[in-house]
């Protein structure tokens, strides 16, 4: 009986050991194409999804070197409830922050690419399953920054030139990559 005991002491800390150094000397992704699951948080910290956040696919996809980290990203162009507002883009003057550097995204209104919505969000027209055309946003970041985006600690702004027609600030979070 003492030698089961004994055995399966060892087991648990062997599995518990190998799960510490499995997590601490967790593999930094290899260069390549990734995707991931985005989502843009309210600026105060909360944790919880913005009220725009609807408007985005929460698909995104990451472009990882050596040095960099590509961020493209949609957001539904036009939005269905306001097809008549934002002619010039859905939002504009967008800006990531990372460690008090702005990185400016770059927009493609004319591509259109269509995406998949899965969240539904009435005050905008959008319903889940909806595949709408994009506005396709671009921001080359630098490639440490993989563990502020899945922290949600990567400030952003930009001008939500439908309904609101200001400056918003948010929290961009990717996971899943």
Do not use: W
């Not at 960099?68 to 957001?75: C, I, P, Q």
């Not at 200001?166 to 990717?174: I, L, P």
């Amino acid at each position: 009986m003492r030698l089961k005991k004994m055995t399966a002491g060892a087991v648990a800390a062997a599995m518990i050991a190998a799960m510490m150094c499995g997590t601490a000397f967790a593999a930094e992704p290899a260069d390549g194409d990734y995707t991931g699951e985005i989502h843009f948080l309210n600026a105060n910290g909360s944790g919880n999804n913005s009220m725009c956040d609807p408007i985005f696919c929460h698909e995104a996809e990451v472009t990882l070197t050596d040095d960099a980290a590509e961020l493209t990203f949609y957001v539904a162009y036009p939005i269905p409830a306001f097809a008549d507002q934002g002619t010039d883009g859905t939002v504009k003057d967008v800006v990531l922050t990372v460690d008090g550097t702005e990185y400016a995204a770059e927009s493609d209104i004319t591509t259109k690419l269509e995406k998949e919505f899965d969240t539904d969000a009435a005050l905008f027209g959008i319903s889940a399953g909806d595949v709408l055309p994009t506005q396709v946003l671009t921001v080359e970041l630098p490639r440490d920054v993989l563990d502020d985006l899945e922290a949600g600690t990567v400030s952003a702004s930009a001008y939500v030139n439908v309904v609101m027609n200001s400056t918003q600030n948010f929290f961009v979070q990717v996971t899943d990559l």
